[in-house]
């Protein structure tokens, strides 16, 4: 019998320098040609961390989880699971511009879409921003990336701008969108 998992709480905290390899995983399993402007990771694998990407840049959310049947059973091997993350710095180390966090990086396991997890992680990273004395927060994504940008202009996020045919990734030019919006209460 093959076993799938429910999700039954989702929290978000600080990640942790032990994070490290099950980010590690998690960046690797997530890779797609919908949001990566970088080639598929290949091993011997990059360090998650490092001095650009630090565990202070980061939120994880775990999910309280329990694996059921097909039956709908419970199977007895429920945990706490990283479910996603999601990476928060200043876009420029320009004190003119320390007001402003970006996003620059969300991930969510297979396992856990379609759960809120996301939503979930956008909303803890604005909260975050709001705390680090943020009052605005922008992002970018790429133009075909169709269910993250529903997702972030289901939060407020707006365009501010399109870097049109900023990539070149597959064989055909890909836009780079930018979108942004107040922290304000």
């Known amino acids: 019998m ?18 490290e390899e099950a980010l590690g995983e998690l960046d690797r399993a997530t890779w797609s040609t919908l949001h990566a402007v970088m080639p598929r990771p290949q091993p011997p694998y990059d360090p998650f961390f490092d001095e650009r990407h630090r565990p202070e840049d980061f939120l994880v959310a775990e999910a309280a989880t329990e694996a059921v049947t097909e039956a709908g059973a419970p199977d007895g091997s429920g945990g706490t699971r990283i479910a996603g993350y999601i990476r928060l710095v200043p876009p420029t180390p320009l004190a003119c511009n320390a007001h402003v966090r970006q996003i620059q990086g969300l991930a969510v396991a297979a396992w ?9 992680l956008l909303r803890a990273a604005c909260a975050e921003a709001r705390r680090q004395g943020a009052n605005r927060i922008t992002l970018r994504v790429l133009g075909h990336n169709t269910p993250a940008r529903a997702l972030y202009a289901s939060e407020g996020f707006a365009v501010e701008g399109v870097l049109s045919g900023e990539f070149f990734l597959h064989g055909r030019y890909v836009d780079d969108v930018l979108m942004g919006r107040s922290l304000a209460p």
């Open 112 to 120: 856990a879409r379609g759960a809120g997890v996301g939503r979930t």
């Open 2 to 19: 093959s076993a799938t998992t429910t999700l039954h709480s989702v929290s978000v905290r600080p990640a942790l320098s032990v994070d």
